[in-house]
């Protein structure tokens, strides 16, 4: 076997076609756009490089064929709770199913992170936000969702035959908004009534013509509910406004949600159509015609999912019921108004047991389990799982 480092164009493109060879027999599977996994090592657009560096490998066999792939990321401004000794990162994993090709993948990173002082590995992950390339498949092989991992069954057993152990399970839930399949539970409909009418309280949706004013929205109730939380950082209204803009081409008016108080934001619901629907037309390519074929898809082609990406509630009103008060305003729009059937919240930690129960009160259900493994150096020191949020 032979290792190569990513060094050129050349060794980017059989990087992303690694990927394409061992996973296009598996039938669920569906073809990332190149521009998404590559942009994770370009640091013209991925400011998290700034913090550490990143290198590439790309596996051969005897005979030149590509077996396997892996990257290693060195970050400074990785921390998971509890961490007590610096912890690097390994993803966009590939391999053929072979223990020592997959040692040899995972050896290699081992020993560029522990050279650099780190003391344990943790993946697949991604250099960058936890909403993108992050965990291993291990239930729920059905069509990922934009910028989620999708891998072979038996990566598991590569991951856990090198010693790796379950940091945190990633836990998806789907839940169906067909109007005559699916009825919340009852409390929602009784907290509705507790706010319904109540002039001091309302919930609306997202308006395109105003994106500045719900970027600052956006910007207030994500830091008093989240920016506390491990590994987040206060989002300022310029950063909140980046990101509805970068959502404009896909996003759904109807699917995202605010809830005021008075005139101040207090809870916010943000959804997006699952546009993998229509990446999956597209073959890995972004260039003029297949921007051509994706904005006709989305014009013209029936997308009937959406994706949960971010949810939260400042401290105040946190048990009042005023989250369902606005699920049920959303309910009553999206079944009323639009064509979707099936909605997914994207991967919630199993150290967070409050938006587990949230998702499960929502009457929704499992639909994937990805795993954030990690592999301690030192095998005599003992291990530990993620802290559970208290």
């Not at 890995?284 to 074929?293: E, M, N, P, R, S």
């Not at 009553?332 to 064509?339: G, Q, R």
Request: with cysteine; charged share 25%; glycine share 6%.
């Amino acid at each position: 076997m032979k290792l190569i480092e990513v060094l050129s164009k050349n060794d980017e493109r059989a990087f992303i076609q690694v990927h394409v060879l061992i996973n296009e027999k598996e039938h669920q599977w569906i073809r990332p756009l190149d521009k998404d996994v590559l942009s994770v090592f370009d640091p013209r657009r991925n400011k998290h490089l700034k913090n550490g560096e990143v290198i590439r490998w790309i596996l051969q066999d005897h005979k030149g064929k590509l077996i396997g792939r892996i990257a290693a990321f060195v970050n400074k401004k990785y921390k998971n709770k509890g961490d007590k000794f610096p912890v690097g990162g390994i993803g966009f994993f590939d391999c053929i199913d072979d223990q020592p090709s997959a040692n040899l993948l995972f050896d290699t990173a081992k020993s560029w992170l522990a050279h650099r002082g780190m003391e344990a590995m943790d993946g697949p992950i991604n250099f960058g936000d936890r909403d993108k390339w992050w965990g291993l498949l291990t239930e729920g092989f059905h069509p990922p969702i934009y910028n989620m991992n999708f891998n072979p069954p038996y990566y598991q057993k590569l991951f856990e035959g090198y010693g790796f152990k379950t940091f945190y399970n990633q836990i998806c839930w789907s839940l169906s908004v067909a109007s005559d399949s699916h009825q919340l539970d009852p409390k929602f409909y009784e907290a509705h009534k507790e706010f319904d009418g109540n002039p001091d309280f309302k919930a609306v949706h997202i308006k395109k013509n105003q994106l500045p004013k719900f970027a600052e929205d956006l910007s207030a109730v994500y830091n008093k509910a989240w920016a506390k939380h491990e590994g987040n950082k206060e989002l300022s209204p310029q950063q909140a406004l980046k990101l509805l803009n970068s959502m404009k081409p896909v996003l759904d008016e109807k699917l995202i949600w605010f809830v005021y108080h008075k005139d101040e934001p207090v809870v916010m619901w943000i959804n997006l159509p699952d546009i993998n629907q229509i990446i999956k037309h597209l073959n890995g390519q972004f260039g003029i015609w297949a921007k051509l074929k994706f904005f006709l898809l989305k014009t013209f082609g029936k997308n009937d999912s959406f994706v949960g990406l971010v949810f939260g509630i400042v401290p105040e009103f946190q048990g009042s019921g005023l989250d369902y008060f606005m699920i049920v305003e959303a309910e009553k729009l999206i079944k009323s108004k639009t064509n979707y059937k099936k909605l997914e919240l994207y991967w919630q930690g199993d150290f967070n047991p409050k938006m587990l129960n949230i998702s499960k009160n929502l009457g929704s259900k499992k639909s994937r389990n990805l795993i954030t493994y990690r592999y301690v150096f030192d095998r005599e020191k003992p291990f530990e799982r993620h802290p559970i949020f208290s």
